[in-house]
């Protein structure tokens, strides 16, 4: 077998119909089942559609590639995953957006038990460098190279090549751009007064604001379903946005503009998760404020004490601020009366960080 589980569809005199290797989601599983069931190939249908298209529909050609891995062809599914990837953007205006680096999943996916397709990310991951590096980037080419380097698992390969470019033009266009796609990294690694110069914060956190406000209006293509989806994407973002820049000006001892950044957010959104996200940002910064503790606390409360999320946020910063008790106490409490599983591993793990924090 190539995967774990494989299901195999066998006829009563021992002949193979069919065969579905590795994971699916319930729905496809179903929809799989039924189809053999009734002596159907779904790879047959799917290469009818791909017959249809011309082969230069990405979704199609990404349903026939699954489907090829699903029979453990993975050597002839790598290719069709792949010109999804490199051409399927050019097809589709939705691929465009959202397609290639969402593709990475599937072949990262594949490369776990069929390694060309992770040479092949590789080899795409370099010629994007030398593209970059050399000046010659297409529109886009430098959020698809951090996707790729995060999949890849070396993630410091743009910062570097950032780097590098900086030093060299650091007005330059493709610096600029590479810039926003780093940000990331470069809120990671704390260079915040680096991100500041650079950066008009007001301006930027208005934006997501704006577009978080703006989302889905006049839209006829979507759904009243996609539509609220859409919003609440971009909501998230907005303060998603909002806390980065928060952190960033914590981090440079910009107090009362951080405070003020923190109001403008809260008049966005003022929910329990919004507040925790303002705590964090402090807590990231490695040095938080009596205000993100009054976040953090406030958090808590607008969640009644049953979020495992804000519960280790509240710790932590509580930990931070010299007050181990109550923070040891916070969460041996929370462990004890909250349910899940999931919120138990996270406390523990919450636990365990403030006994090496102390120790350290």
């Known amino acids: 077998m190539q995967a774990s589980p494989t299901v195999l569809f066998i006829k009563a005199n021992g002949t193979e119909l ?19 069931a009734e002596g159907k190939s779904v790879l047959e249908l799917v290469a009818q559609d791909m017959k249809e298209t011309e082969g230069k529909d990405p979704i199609v050609r990404i349903h026939y590639g699954r489907s090829l891995i699903r029979r453990g062809r993975l050597a002839e599914a790598l290719p069709h995953l792949l010109w999804c990837f490199d051409e399927g953007w050019k097809h589709s205006v939705a691929f465009a957006l959202a397609g290639r680096t969402a593709m990475l999943d599937d072949i990262l996916a594949l490369g776990q038990v069929y390694p060309p397709a992770i040479e092949a990310l590789r080899e795409r991951r370099d010629d994007l460098h030398e593209a970059i590096a050399s000046r010659k980037m297409a529109p886009g080419d430098e959020r698809v190279l951090v996707a790729l380097n995060e999949v890849l698992g070396e993630p410091q390969n743009t910062l570097s090549l950032y780097d590098k470019l900086h ?11 590479l810039r926003e796609a780093v940000f990331d990294l470069l809120l990671e690694a704390k260079r915040y007064q680096e991100i500041l110069a650079n950066t008009n914060i007001e301006a930027k956190v208005g934006e997501a604001f704006r577009e978080a406000e703006q989302a889905g209006e006049a839209d006829g293509n979507l759904s009243a379903a996609q539509t609220e989806q859409l ?73 009644g004490g049953n979020d495992a999320a804000i519960i280790d946020t509240l710790a932590r910063v509580l930990d931070k601020l010299g007050h181990e008790e109550e923070a040891r106490l916070l969460v041996e409490e929370a462990t004890r009366r909250l349910d899940s599983p999931d919120d138990r591993s996270m406390l523990n793990q919450t636990r365990v960080d403030l006994v090496r924090a102390g120790s350290s």
């Open 18 to 36: 069919d065969r579905i290797i590795g994971f699916i989601g319930s729905a496809q599983f179903l929809e799989d089942a039924t189809l053999i």
């Open 167 to 177: 030093r060299e033009a650091p007005d330059s266009v493709v610096v600029g751009r």
């Open 231 to 303: 919003r609440a994407y971009e909501r998230q973002r907005a303060l998603y946005v909002a806390s980065s820049y928060h952190q960033v000006l914590l981090g440079v001892g910009k107090n009362e503009q951080a405070a003020a950044l923190a109001e403008r957010v809260l008049k966005f959104d003022d929910s329990a998760e919004t507040y925790n996200a303002l705590a964090w940002a402090g807590y990231l910064t490695g040095k938080p404020i009596e205000e993100n503790l009054a976040q953090a606390r406030k958090a808590h409360g607008l969640s």
